[in-house]
């Protein structure tokens, strides 16, 4: 009877070290940011992934508008664009051709969705002698839509 106390909590004790070292409490693994906003008649969401771009590579973004009432229950005229900027860089657009006028199509229901899609390219210069030199050290991505206006900073990460 005296082992098994000894064995059981050993046991026990190791489950509750497995199980905090996989938990990610600083979220050092997680690379996308979210952030949103409602209106009461939409949801605006902006997204990126990850939260960092390298110099010589790209990152993702996605605005995301969510219906929030019916199309019918809409008092006043909503103007059915969103605009996304960057600064630091350029989006390149894959579900748009102009940044600054996106139509937004959605069906009139409740939870209907539109999402666009886009990829942040930070904008710099380089040289084999100088290496990389004229970028920002940090960006910004943003997404505009019925009043509402979403940012998310992105850092800017010189390659090896």
Known sequence: MNNFLPKKFISMLALLFISISC???NNILVTEKVVNMNNGKFQLTLK????LAYLNSSTKVTATITRQIHKDSLADYVSM???MDAVGGNLDGHSFSLASNIVVSMKDSVSSTFEALAF???SYSYST?????NYKSNGHVSASFDGMNLSLPIKMVVPR
């Open 23 to 25: 938990e990610d409490n």
């Open 48 to 51: 990126i992934d990850p939260d």
């Open 81 to 83: 664009k969103m605009i």
């Open 120 to 122: 942040f390219t930070p």
């Open 129 to 133: 002698t100088s290496g990389y030199y």
